[in-house]
């Protein structure tokens, strides 16, 4: 029976290591892509600014979809009607924007794609909608008295 654990041992040792192979190539394949998107930038950005042209809703859902929270969530972390949320995230999904990172009971739980990172979507989106990291407008800061 020993001789037997130490065989599986062996494959199991064999199978982790050729997973983390795996995993150190396709770590490699993003950082390439990414290279190759960000020296494109400009043409890529033109689609992401036609995605969220139509207005501030669309970018505040984006936003919002942190890899946390569902449909319900975001819908009520904003304020917003249900199905106006659902129809902006299947949108959001089709385009390649975001996508469903978990499904916890009948929660499908929306999050962001790498591309974020490297076109920095967000940054872009907080700055031309002036909304917070999470999709709620920016906190203005108060002017202090002059001195």
């Known amino acids: 029976m020993g001789r037997k654990r130490a ?3 062996d494959r199991d040792q064999q199978v982790l290591s050729r997973l ?3 995993e150190h190539r396709v770590d490699s394949i993003d950082q390439t892509q990414a290279f190759a998107l960000r020296a494109e930038a400009d043409k890529h ?3 992401v600014k036609a995605i969220f042209k ?3 809703r669309r970018a505040q859902i984006y936003l919002a979809a942190n890899g946390n929270r569902s449909v319900e969530e975001i819908a009520e972390h904003l304020d917003m009607k249900r199905q106006n949320v659902g129809r902006e995230l299947k949108v959001l999904g089709e385009e390649g924007m975001l996508e469903i ?3 916890i009971g009948h929660r ?3 999050g962001k794609k790498a591309v974020d990172r490297t076109l920095r979507i ?3 989106l907080r700055s031309e909608y002036s909304l917070s990291s ?3 407008g920016s906190p203005t800061r108060k002017k202090g008295p002059k001195a």
């Open 45 to 47: 950005f033109n689609t």
């Open 7 to 9: 065989i599986d041992l």
């Open 108 to 110: 499908d739980v929306w």
């Open 101 to 103: 990172k978990d499904t």
């Open 20 to 22: 983390s192979k795996i």
């Open 54 to 56: 139509h207005g501030k």
């Open 122 to 124: 967000t940054q872009f």
């Open 134 to 136: 999470d999709g709620l």
